[in-house]
């Protein structure tokens, strides 16, 4: 079973930054956060990782608390492109491990 | 395009036949993996290779499906006698061998359609 909560659905306004919330309470100490996204009829894509220190690169910025317990998914600023599943995964260090994915949220931009 | 390529996109066949799919990992990724995923759900690892070895089975493979990667390059998953709920996508991703928290990198997949 996936090892994280997120939110069935959410929205957000085209320009506005999108933040997508993510519990993951039984987080290891040698687990990772993992984002992907799955725009429709494509391949989950890859958007960022983190151990405990928040991670930003060009697609988005990654703030876990102090405690690991959750995490949030920052898209700063939308666009209609933007729309899609995304899913919130822990995975141990080794990078041999397979992913088990939950529901994921499914963010709708509006214009 | 150097990412991970999946053939064909789409597949349509009917029940009781074999289909093939082919995935071809991004050029020096000694790591590959098969995933299904089925209409409103995340993918379901299937099956996971480090080069030619098949090390990892989900118990879903059961025994009509078989994956192989021969060279440790391309690989084929082979479904045989299809049954209507193997319609899905079938993606594949692939990973560097080395250091950790490497990410996979997915293909578009293969939807198949069991008519």
């Known amino acids: 079973d996936a090892k994280t909560t997120q939110p069935t659905s959410m929205d957000c306004a085209e320009g506005r930054a999108a933040n997508l919330p993510c519990n993951h309470s039984t987080i290891s100490g040698n687990e990772y956060v993992y984002w992907y996204r799955q725009i429709h009829s494509q391949g989950p894509q890859y958007i960022i990782h983190g151990l405990k220190n928040n991670e930003t690169n060009e697609m988005a910025s990654l703030i876990i608390t102090e405690d690991r317990k959750s995490s949030t998914l920052i898209l700063p600023h939308a666009t209609l492109r933007d729309t899609a599943v995304y899913y919130c995964i822990v995975r141990p260090l080794s990078s041999a491990s397979k992913i088990i994915f939950g529901s994921g949220t499914r963010l709708s931009i509006r214009p | 395009d150097t990412g991970v390529s999946q053939d064909p996109r789409h597949k349509i066949t009917k029940r009781g036949q074999n289909v093939t799919f082919r995935c071809d990992p991004i050029?020096?990724?000694?790591?590959l993996y098969w995933y299904r995923q089925t209409l409103g759900q995340g993918p379901e690892f299937l099956t996971y290779?480090?080069?030619?070895?098949?090390?990892?089975k989900s118990r879903l493979l059961s025994d009509r499906f078989s994956a192989e990667r021969p060279k440790g390059s391309f690989s084929t998953l082979e479904i045989q006698r299809t049954e209507q709920g193997d319609s899905a996508m079938y993606l594949c991703?692939?990973?560097?061998?080395?250091?950790?928290?490497?990410?996979?990198?997915f293909g578009d997949g293969t939807r198949l359609s069991i008519l």
């Open positions: 290779f480090q080069n030619e070895a098949q090390l990892e």
């Open positions: 991703a692939s990973s560097p061998g080395t250091g950790g928290n490497q990410p996979q990198h």
């Open positions: 050029s020096e990724h000694n790591r």
